[in-house]
């Protein structure tokens, strides 16, 4: 697990020593669960970022009417949290949950602030993680307004290639805000066009 986030770090092409990738590693807790266990509930303050060495974690919300709204699929390689409930410490509208079984690196927000701190170069990197999640956030919203479901769907393929041997197609369908009946016909009616 260690030597994958290391890997992962050297590849960001961050301007960071051996010393503060280890110290950066050092400062997490390596944690392995099961497929659906809950690592932030509704309600809970997000007290941690987590970055995910292999399995595959959901980010999602309860509407009123109990339909569960998917806000983003984190694969491994990625880094997740409730942005808004961790910085400003107040309780989450979001649960993450495990996909699959999966192997994370955990910082809690005091350790992780420390390391900000410490190390300039993370705090850098840092921002631009933020800013890019809120690149994508607002891509996402655009296209929900401006996107046909056929178009939501291959945008998506390309920004989650292999993703459907994943998760129920009804998780993708909740992703793209379409109906499982919509992104079954958009499926079937891809399988009827011929292969350029």
Same mark, same amino acid.
């Given at each position: ?123 850098? /990197?840092?921002?631009? +993680? ?5 690149? $994508? &956030? =607002?891509?996402? @919203?655009?296209?929900?307004? *401006? ?5 939501? /769907?291959?945008?998506? +393929? ?5 993703? $459907? &041997? =994943?998760?129920? @197609?009804?998780?993708?369908? *909740? ?22």
């Amino acid at each position: 697990m260690l030597a994958i986030f290391e890997n992962y770090m050297k590849a960001q092409h961050i301007d960071l020593t051996e010393e503060q990738i280890q110290m950066i590693t050092a400062a997490a807790v390596e944690r392995t669960v099961s497929r659906k266990t809950i690592l932030l509930q509704a309600g809970d303050i997000c007290r941690h970022k987590i970055f995910i060495t292999k399995g595959f974690l959901r980010t999602y919300r309860i509407g009123a009417d109990g339909t569960e709204h998917i806000m983003q699929f984190s694969p491994e390689l990625n880094w997740t949290t409730d942005g808004e409930s961790y910085t400003h410490r107040t309780p989450s509208s979001y649960i993450i949950e495990a996909l699959e079984d999966s192997q994370l690196m955990i910082w809690n927000r005091d350790r992780f602030d420390t390391l900000l701190q410490t190390i300039p170069n993370l705090r850098t /990197y840092s921002e631009q +993680l933020i800013s890019r999640h809120l690149h $994508l &956030s =607002r891509n996402r @919203l655009y296209q929900t307004f *401006s996107a046909t479901p056929a178009e939501k /769907y291959e945008d998506f +393929l390309q920004a989650y290639p292999g993703i $459907l &041997s =994943r998760v129920p @197609l009804r998780m993708v369908a *909740s992703y793209l805000g379409v109906s499982l009946k919509t992104l079954t016909r958009i499926r079937q009616d891809q399988l009827r066009q011929p292969v350029k």
